[in-house]
C-alpha cells in the first residue's frame, strides 16, 4: 500500500488548532475551516488531467464516470451535454481515437 503525502496552508496556527478541534468534535462540512482542509486534501489527491487525445472518437472518462467522445470539429461530447477540452474534467484517457 503506497502512501499520499500532503502539505496544508492555513492562515494562522489558530486556524490549524481550530480545524483540528472541529474534526474532533464531529464538525458538519458545512464548516468554512473544514471546506477548506477538505479544498486543499482534494487538489493534491486529485490526479492530473491527462493530455487531450486527438483522434477521431477519442474517448475519455471523468472522475464521476461520465464517458465523452471527440467530435470531428474538436467538441468533446457525452449523452447530456457538448463541452470543448477546456470544460471535460477527464481524469482517465479510454481511446486516443483514430490518428489518419
Known amino acids: ?21 472541529h474534526l474532533r468534535q464531529g464538525c458538519s462540512v458545512g464548516c468554512s475551516l473544514i471546506r ?11 490526479p492530473p488531467k491527462p493530455a487531450e487525445p486527438t483522434g477521431l472518437g477519442a474517448v475519455v472518462e471523468t472522475d464521476g464516470g461520465v464517458r465523452f467522445v471527440r467530435l470531428p470539429d474538436g467538441i468533446w461530447t457525452s449523452e447530456d451535454e457538448s463541452q470543448p477540452w477546456d470544460n471535460v474534467n477527464a481524469v482517465k484517457v479510454l481511446s486516443k481515437g483514430v490518428i489518419s
Open 36 to 46: 477548506r482542509l477538505a479544498d486543499q486534501i482534494e487538489a493534491q489527491t486529485k
Open 1 to 21: 500500500m503506497s502512501r499520499t503525502q500532503i502539505g496544508l496552508t492555513f492562515d494562522t496556527d489558530y486556524e490549524v488548532l481550530l480545524a483540528l478541534e
